[in-house]
């Protein structure tokens, strides 16, 4: 027995640990337990399945897919189908404030030539056919021309232009067809602007001579 | 195979037939043949009843799931303390480590021990049971690499060569745990020893 070989100064504590009461398993351990490794089975299926959609095997590949996909959907963002800015025709601005200058300059003169030769041109209208009939299709119910006619008789006048009743090109849109905006000058802005321009004008012919 | 067949085999034929055949009937009869000694381990080991059988229950879960694991150069009863071993050892550090966080106000003195042993009569049963607590309550305190060598040999009663197979150890250190661990319990035996 092995017993035998344990040492002697032992002895009565190794009798009473013999002697302690056997502990039994509780009578429905089996129960237990088998209702326990049927769970544990649904829990190992779950985690087979969860194992087998997220295998090492499939990881790379589906990486790989969704790599993929985001690329393609950033080169995809890249290309847009919005209109490049710089080849859009740009609008009218709605309000335009047009300025004549009392001594005007090459434009304050053109603008005030059109103006002149709307005038003429509403006159003729007047003088053929009704005069309300024919400033209704010819400037579409607009009441600023008349304001407009008048402002070269005084040093600095507004033409306020809206789309609803916006001149013809020809009398808004000079210089090549850019859109300008004409702002009304003081007497002393007015002054400096005129010697700005001579300051231009000696430069200009400066460069000419030389 | 028949059942009756399978009751007479040994251990490692049970385990075989569990293995090759997964016969639910080998498994049944190694869990009727080990649930006893390993609740009796396991309860030694960690003194509460409670933790003791879901230990033991673990471990024939882990047997079920693991069974391929089982080499039959071991001897199965090996294997399956070995299992059960790892699992008290894993399940005691919890404990220690719930402890440390919660000190609760009751102390020792109001622990349970369900003991399920009727056969005293009840005048001596009172003072056995007492005896079998305070036997416990000290071997509890053993330190527990010397308290798993100690149960393995003087309440499960293996070898030393079972026990170091079990533990992980040469059989030197086997006897050397076990001697201290007596010791250990000797001391705190004292009073016993003079009734």
Redesign the interface.
């Given at each position: 027995m092995?017993?035998l070989?344990?040492?002697n100064?032992?002895e009565?504590?190794?009798r009473?640990?013999?002697d302690?009461?056997?502990?039994?398993?509780?009578s429905n351990?089996?129960n237990?337990?088998s209702l326990?490794?049927n769970q544990?089975e649904q829990k190992?299926e779950k985690e087979y399945w969860f194992d087998k959609i997220f295998s090492p095997t499939i990881i790379p590949p589906a990486a790989l897919a969704v790599t993929a996909v985001i690329i393609l959907f950033l080169l995809r963002g890249n290309v847009s189908d919005a209109e490049d800015p710089f080849q859009i025709i740009p609008k009218l601005r709605e309000e335009q404030n047009l300025m004549q200058d009392q001594f005007g300059t090459v434009l304050d003169k053109i603008i005030a030539d059109e103006t002149k030769r709307l005038g003429k041109s509403e006159k003729s209208n007047d003088q053929t056919s009704n005069e309300s009939e024919s400033k209704n299709d010819f400037y579409k119910g607009d009441s600023n021309i008349t304001e407009a006619s008048s402002f070269e008789n005084t040093s600095l006048e507004r033409i306020s232009v809206t789309t609803s009743n916006y001149l013809p090109d020809q009398t808004i849109i000079m210089s090549g067809g850019l859109n300008y905006k004409i702002i009304r000058v003081g007497e002393e802005e007015r002054k400096m602007i005129e010697m700005l321009r001579e300051k231009i004008n000696i430069a200009t012919d400066y460069q000419r001579n030389n | 195979m028949l059942d009756k067949n399978l009751v007479e085999l040994s251990d490692e034929e049970l385990i075989a037939e569990f293995q090759l055949n997964n016969t639910i009937n080998a498994f049944?009869i190694l869990?009727?043949r080990y649930?006893?000694p390993?609740?009796?381990f396991v309860?030694?080991f960690l003194g509460d009843?409670e933790a003791?059988?879901d230990v033991?229950?673990e471990t024939?879960?882990k047997f079920?799931?693991n069974k391929d694991s089982y080499k039959s150069i071991a001897k199965f009863s090996t294997w399956i303390y070995t299992i059960a071993g790892n699992l008290a050892r894993t399940e005691y550090q919890r404990r220690r480590r719930r402890q440390i966080f919660s000190i609760n106000s009751y102390g020792e003195e109001n622990e349970n021990y369900e003991?399920?042993?009727e056969?005293y009569r009840p005048d001596i049963m009172t003072d056995?049971v007492i005896k079998?607590k305070i036997?416990?309550k000290s071997?509890l305190k053993v330190s527990r690499v010397y308290r798993e060598a100690?149960?393995l040999?003087?309440?499960q009663?293996l070898?030393?060569e079972e026990i170091a197979e079990i533990m992980g150890l040469t059989v030197g250190t086997v006897k050397s745990r076990?001697?201290r661990g007596?010791?250990q319990?000797?001391k705190l035996?004292k009073n016993?020893?003079n009734e």
């Open positions: 092995p017993r070989e344990d040492n100064r032992n009565k504590v190794t009473l640990l013999k302690l009461p056997k502990i039994n398993a509780p351990f089996e237990e337990l326990k490794i544990s190992k | 049944e869990v009727q649930k006893n390993l609740t009796n309860y030694r009843y003791c059988s033991v229950q024939m879960i079920y799931r003991i399920p042993d056969s056995s079998d036997i416990q071997l100690v149960i040999r003087d309440i009663e070898s030393y076990i001697n007596r010791a319990l000797q035996l016993i020893y």
